[in-house]
């Protein structure tokens, strides 16, 4: 059973800088595709980024292109979240999750929450006008 669990959530100025981790245990973290999902007070959990299992792919949602990038660190099964030049729209309970599926999908699914196996706990990013 994967656990996720999440950290480096935090209030923060707008224009800020934060740094979310997501450090996977009891599973092989090589064979999972990871993501950041982020969910906002009285609105749907949204998809944030994803990165492959290799870790050469990643794609973002269009709100965050240019401001946030996703990595993974084989070596300490951890998933990170840079996050720059925060807005307080960004303002939200930021999720990990990890999909177990093989074969490559398409990248509507990659983008519901449905598709994921694991999820972590969140933590909680505010963001201060």
């Known amino acids: 059973q994967v656990q996720l669990v999440e950290s480096g959530g935090g209030l923060v100025q707008a224009g800020g800088s934060l740094r979310l981790s997501c450090a996977s245990s009891?599973?092989?973290?090589?064979?999972?595709?990871m993501s950041w999902f982020r969910q906002a007070p009285g609105k749907e959990r949204e998809f944030v980024a994803t990165?492959?299992?290799?870790?050469?792919?990643?794609y973002y949602t269009d709100s965050v292109k240019g401001r946030f990038t996703i990595s993974r660190d084989s070596a300490k099964n951890t998933v990170y979240l840079q996050m720059t030049s925060l807005k307080p729209e960004d303002t939200a309970v930021y999720y990990c999750?990890?999909?177990?599926?093989?074969?490559?999908?398409?990248?509507?699914?990659?983008?519901?929450?449905?598709?994921?196996?694991?999820w972590g706990q969140g933590t909680q990013v505010t963001v201060s006008s």
């Open positions: 990165i492959n299992r290799s870790g050469a792919g990643t």
């Open positions: 999750a990890a999909d177990a599926t093989v074969q490559a999908i398409p990248l509507l699914r990659i983008m519901m929450s449905g598709e994921y196996d694991y």
């Open positions: 009891g599973g092989t973290f090589s064979n999972y595709r």
